[in-house]
């Protein structure tokens, strides 16, 4: 199934006092190099990774004094409940991205799923995205809100989104985005992060280690193993701050969904049978669901499309 989306929601002028979210961004230092999923590597010594830096502020365990202004935002939560007709917003998630001299695009991608019962702390992130793109886990998928909120104007650092499906281009959001925030369904529609600022010097790599903190005169600085690679005012790094919700249409739809848990044997019994209708002779199991083979033939038959007009991702140059 191709995924589509509405457009997400334009916000303007989202935080009266922009001095908040500075206290926060200093006291929330330092900021370490993005990995993960799109960019595992982690040999402390390579320099591997672009000045993509980030930090949770509220996840499952922790919540950053002050992150509130994010969290309970109600600008947000009543925006989030006119976008999917929806009575139940519950923030979960905060984080931040603050980029600077990476000459290609982020990766392309829809955000990575949740589904009752399983997620990233008990699933391997594969089988969720394919159990994303197979379509027969919709039933249990825990639908996410998403606001992306943006501190500066810098040089590029835009960004591209599909809402009208990964076969149509494109749509920017770029230029005049101090204090806008776009909130909309990032999990069913492509998007990626243009091409950031200051341009010129190519992309700047940095080690796993690297860290970037506010320095004394207000500047910020990338150390690297006690090499200072990269200075500069915050106003010149592109500052994202992320926002994420499950979203529920009534308090009943919640009771109902959140009864309907996802065990691993669920998921190989739900996937077996439709392997089974396609003709298709291999089968997984808690066995073999590490196999590289499996992953392949799996994400070959439940395949995840590739968004037209997308920039290279900065991850695939660093590979290459
Ligand atoms: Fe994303």
């Known amino acids: 199934m191709l995924r589509y989306a509405d457009l997400p929601i334009l916000l303007e002028n989202v935080f009266p006092d922009i001095q908040k979210v500075h206290e926060l961004l200093e006291s929330e230092a330092p900021y370490t190099p993005l990995g993960g999923w799109y960019n595992p590597e982690a040999d402390t010594h390579k320099r591997n990774r672009p ?9 499952d365990v922790y919540q950053a004094e002050g992150s509130e202004l994010f969290l309970h935002n109600p600008v947000y939560i009543e925006t989030a409940k006119s976008f999917y007709d929806a009575e139940i917003i519950e923030p979960h998630s905060v984080y931040v991205n603050v980029m600077a001299a990476i000459e290609d695009g982020g990766p392309a991608h829809t955000d990575n799923p949740r589904f009752h019962g399983r997620e990233r702390a008990n699933t391997p992130m594969w089988l969720l995205r394919a159990m994303l793109w197979s379509d027969l886990f919709d039933d249990y998928e825990i639908v996410q809100a998403t606001a992306i909120w943006w501190l500066d104007d810098v040089e590029g650092g835009g960004l591209y989104f599909w809402p ?3 076969e149509k281009p494109p749509h920017h959001h770029v230029g005049s985005m101090a204090n806008t925030a776009l909130i909309g369904d990032n999990h069913g529609m492509f998007h990626q992060v243009g091409p950031v600022g200051p341009f010129g010097k190519g992309t700047i790599l940095v080690t796993p280690a690297a860290e970037l903190s506010p320095s004394d005169n207000g500047e910020w600085v990338v ?11 915050l106003r ?3 500052v994202s701050v992320l926002w994420k919700a499950n979203v529920f249409k009534s308090l009943d739809e919640r009771e109902e969904k959140s009864a309907q848990s996802l065990s691993m044997q669920d998921v190989t019994n739900i996937f077996n049978e439709d392997l089974e209708e396609r003709n298709v002779r291999i089968r997984l199991s808690s ?3 590490e196999d590289s083979e499996i992953i392949a033939i799996l994400t070959g038959i439940y395949n995840e499309p590739k968004p037209i007009n997308a920039l290279r991702s900065v991850f695939e140059t660093i590979r290459a």
């Open 164 to 166: 009208d499906g990964p």
């Open 223 to 233: 150390m690297d193993h006690n090499e200072e690679i990269y200075r500069a005012p």
């Open 287 to 289: 066995d073999n669901i």
């Open 51 to 59: 000045m993509w830096f980030q930090n949770d502020w509220v996840h």
């Open 236 to 238: 010149n790094y592109r």
